[in-house]
T-cell receptor, first 110, second 114 residues
Framework: SQQGEEDPQALSIQEGENATMNCSYKTSINNLQWYRQNSGRGLVHLIL?????REKHSGRLRVTLDTSKKSSSLLITASRAADTASYFCATDTGGFKTIFGAGTRLFVKA | KAGVTQTPRYLIKTRGQQVTLSCSPISGHRSVSWYQQTPGQGLQFLFEYFSETQRNKGNFPGRFSGRQFSNSRSEMNVSTLELGDSALYLCVSRDGTANTGELFFGEGSRLTVL
């Protein structure tokens, strides 16, 4: 079963708007990561947030983590057409296994 | 630094055949994991190897197997292929000495089973 579940499954916005994706997970984690995948290609790491952190920024990305609610959100500000991709959250629970959610498909219209 | 290299990138097989996929991790990385990605099931963890030892495996039948060589290169094998094995198989490389951290993905091997 999936550890992380993203919401929404799909999101369509206009260029320049912000995109927010949410992730919920079930068990305690060491860290939570967000990845991006362009169609049919390998995933690319975006950002990692540790279990003792609440917020992290990287360029136009902002990630929050609420361990009490077992949830995280990824905010992409000022979206561009090139941000069109699938976004996955992934959790490290130990055991040398990272578990991925089902992903959010983001479409940014130019 | 070269990235994660997977071969072949695309392949077509028929039911009942077997297939071997190869992965060369980033130089210096000793951990290699494999994932299966399908539209219906998403990314499913297959197994993880570190220094030639399997440290964890997912819930896949015994038809799915893997190994890692002394140079950290890894192969996975699927025997008696079924239609449902059609998927993108992704290799992941990481340092592996810490039980956490960023994953580096290859571009994947897309398997089609007819």
């Amino acid at each position: 079963s999936q550890q992380g579940e993203e919401d929404p499954q799909a999101l369509s916005i206009q260029e320049g708007e912000n995109a927010t994706m949410n992730c919920s997970y079930k068990t305690s984690i060491n860290n939570l990561q967000w990845y991006r995948q362009n169609s049919g290609r390998g995933l690319v790491h975006l950002i990692l947030i540790r279990s003792n952190e609440r917020e992290k920024h990287s360029g136009r990305l902002r990630v929050t983590l609420d361990t009490s609610k077992k949830s995280s959100s990824l905010l992409i500000t000022a979206s561009r057409a090139a941000d069109t991709a699938s976004y996955f959250c992934a959790t490290d629970t130990g055991g040398f296994k990272t578990i991925f959610g089902a992903g959010t498909r983001l479409f940014v219209k130019a | 630094k070269a990235g994660v290299t997977q071969t072949p990138r695309y392949l077509i097989k028929t039911r009942g055949q077997q297939v071997t996929l190869s992965c060369s991790p980033i130089s210096g990385h000793r951990s290699v994991s494999w994932y299966q990605q399908t539209p219906g099931q998403g990314l499913q963890f297959l197994f993880e190897y570190f220094s030639e030892t399997q440290r964890n495996k997912g819930n896949f039948p015994g038809r799915f197997s893997g190994r890692q060589f002394s140079n950290s290169r890894s192969e996975m094998n699927v025997s008696t292929l079924e239609l449902g094995d059609s998927a993108l198989y992704l290799c992941v490389s990481r340092d592996g000495t810490a039980n956490t951290g960023e994953l580096f993905f290859g571009e994947g091997s897309r398997l089609t089973v007819l």
